[in-house]
Structures are given as C-alpha cells and as structure tokens.
C-alpha cells in the first residue's frame, strides 16, 4: 500500500463522527491496523471496549475515504506535515495526553519536542498591563542560554500579542487552529501566522473546509496545554478560554501559572482565582518559572560521571545511564531511545532515584545527579 493510500485512512478514522482520539486508539488496538478497522465486519467491531452498536455502526456505514483522499490531495500540495499518534516523531508531550489527538497537521519549521515549551494565553480583551507583561516574559526568554518554543492560539489579545513578541525578539512560536490549514482566522492575524512559519509554525487537528465553530476553539485547548511542559496565563476574566486551558493543563499534571492583577480588574480576576484556589502558581518574572521548573540550575547538563563510586548497575542501568550522560530526557524519549517497555523504564527510573543516581523533574524528565 503506497504512503499517500496509509494516510488517507488515517485522516478517514478521524474524520468519522463521534469517534474521538480514545476510541480510534481502541479499534486500532484491537484490530491491529487503521486499514483493518474499515474492513472489519460490523458485529465484530460492537465487541470492542468502547466501542458499541452506535460507534461500529458509524465505522461501517460512514463514506469518509474520498473525502479523506481528497484532503491528502490537499496536504501535498501544500508541503504540510501529519503527525499519527503511532509515528515516532509525533509530539511526546502531547501523545501523554488521553484525549490527545490521533493526527495533527503542521506548517512550519518548529521542532515540537523542543526540550522547553511553554504556552502562554489569556484574554481577548488584553490590557496595556497584560500587554507589556507578555513583551517582558517573551524578551527574557530571547536572552536565556537556552532553546525555548512558544505556543499560542493567534486569537485577539494576549494570544497574538505572544506570538508578535516572539518575532520581535526571534523566539520560535507556534499557532494552534481551531480549523483547518486552508484558512487563518481571525484574518487579521494572516500576516503574523506567515511569518510565524520561519521558525515557527502553524498546528492543528482539524482537515482542510471545516467550519470556524465556537466548539472547536475549546477542542483546540487541549493541544495547546499538551503541547507544552507548563501554561502560563498572563491576564483573563473570570470565565474565558484561557481558564478551560489552564483546567486541561492541570488534569494532564502540566504546571500552571499565573501574573496577578488588581483585586478590582475584571481581566485579572480569572488570574487571581486561580492563584486563590491553588490551581496556578503566582509569577512575577522569568526567574519564577525557571524555578518551579528547575531550569535555574547553572551546571552544565552534561556531567563527568563515575560508575565505580555506586553499586553494580545491571545492563539495562547502564543504558539509561549512558543516555542522561546526553544531557536531560523525557520519560518517552528514554523509552524510544533504549527500545525498552514503558514499565521497564519507569521500574529502572525509580530504581536509579532510589540509588541517588538520577533525579526527576517536572513534566515527566530526568537528570544524572
């Protein structure tokens, strides 16, 4: 089967209504391919977990490969990239997420498994306040030593005023659709998205002609807290999309933050709530984040180590071993790099933790001592 026809039946399963990124990984799961799924008898399907009579009925009767083909047609001819959640170079933080997407479609240059990636969002209604704080935090990443991606929604507001610091000051920044690639929207924004692609770039799981819709701007949420290590959420009201964002980052176990505001600003209330109720910690400057992060440690990453000083490492030790030797890893990077199951790995993590040989970090990394 030639590459174009695989990727067609990928975008197909997404495209067929009512079946989420849960339940697409379950027929897979069972079945064994995506192409197996729209081949598969319909009784059979209803006996997947999760599946059930409605969900199977609509795999079997819906007539979405033209339509999907039609969209591979599209992808091609405008040198986008697709991310299936099965293909190794689909974003790691994201693919921890349970509700993530099973395909992403990405324009641009940006690496999205950068070791650093914060999102940062708010208000429509941003403030000359909001503003100027958004500018200060994206100058001081520009001056850090370290690589750092951005990731916004392009909305009015803080959103954009992010991803136009991010060009004033050459920070890599990525927009996430709540639509297709075909489009940009608001249209205001189509300039900066352009040159967001240099070092940037554009994301979404959404196929080319889908409709702007309300519901999907809350969909989207969900990648641009997956997407990175940590939301920060400069100004908001008391309800608005940025808290739904700061809600999905913390059920992913991502970390929040928040810029207070006056107690009697109503684009800071949403800020100050979630300070309040613990769901954000407060900042003030860079520094905070770096902190809370752990990314203010001064050491160089990469560290003279000597086995001889601790116990006998068993070969599977030594291997993690030799990776962080690299410099700090994610939990999913160690897993594909060693070619170890997930359950080894995090067994042989918390085994080195317990020796005082590594160390664990926020969002799910580790470091040699």
């Excluded at 081949?39 to 399907?45: A, M, Y």
């Excluded at 300039?191 to 080319?208: H, N």
């Excluded at 910690?281 to 560290?303: F, R, Y």
């Excluded at 020796?355 to 040699?368: D, E, I, Q, W």
């Amino acid at each position: 089967m030639e590459i174009s026809d695989q990727l067609a039946y990928k975008i197909a399963l997404s495209l067929i209504p009512g079946i989420g990124g849960v339940t697409a990984r379950n027929l897979i799961a069972y079945v064994g391919s995506v192409e197996g799924i729209f081949q598969e008898k319909e009784k059979t399907l209803m006996k997947i977990p999760g599946v059930g009579e409605v969900n199977a009925h609509r795999v079997v009767r819906q007539n979405v490969l033209e339509r999907a083909r039609r969209e591979v047609g599209f992808i091609q001819r405008n040198q986008i990239k697709t991310y299936f959640y099965l293909d190794e170079d689909y974003p790691v933080r994201l693919k921890n997420c349970s509700d993530a997407p099973i395909i992403l479609y990405f324009r641009g240059n940006a690496n999205l498994n950068e070791r650093r990636i914060i999102s940062v969002v708010g208000t429509r209604n941003a403030t000359n306040y909001g503003k100027e704080i958004c500018d200060e935090l994206i100058r001081n990443f520009s001056e850090c030593s370290y690589q750092i991606l951005v990731i916004s929604g392009l909305a009015y507001g803080i959103d954009v005023a992010a991803h136009k610091a991010c060009l004033k000051y050459d920070v890599p920044t990525v927009g996430v659709f709540a639509h297709g690639l075909d489009k940009i929207y608001p249209a205001l924004h189509a300039p900066i998205a352009v040159k967001m692609l240099d070092k940037g770039g554009l994301i979404t799981d959404f196929p080319s002609e889908t409709i702007i819709d309300r519901q999907n701007f809350l969909r989207r949420n969900r990648i641009i807290a997956g997407l990175s290590d940590a939301t920060v959420i400069v100004e908001s009201a008391e309800k608005g999309g940025a808290l739904v964002t700061a809600d999905i980052a913390n059920s992913y176990n991502r970390d929040v933050f928040a810029f207070p505001g006056r107690c009697n600003d109503p684009y800071s209330r949403g800020c100050n709530k979630l300070i309040k109720f613990n769901e954000a910690v407060l900042i003030e400057t860079l520094s905070d984040i770096e902190k809370a992060m752990n990314w203010d440690v001064k050491t160089p990453l990469v560290k003279t180590f000597q086995p001889s000083l601790f116990d006998k490492l068993t070969p599977d030790e030594e291997k993690l071993i030799d990776l962080l030797k690299g410099g700090d890893r994610f939990v999913d990077e160690i897993t594909i790099e060693t070619q170890l199951p997930m359950s080894r790995v995090s067994s042989l993590l918390l085994e080195l933790e317990f020796k005082g040989m590594v160390t664990s970090l926020p969002g799910k990394m580790y470091r040699l001592r």
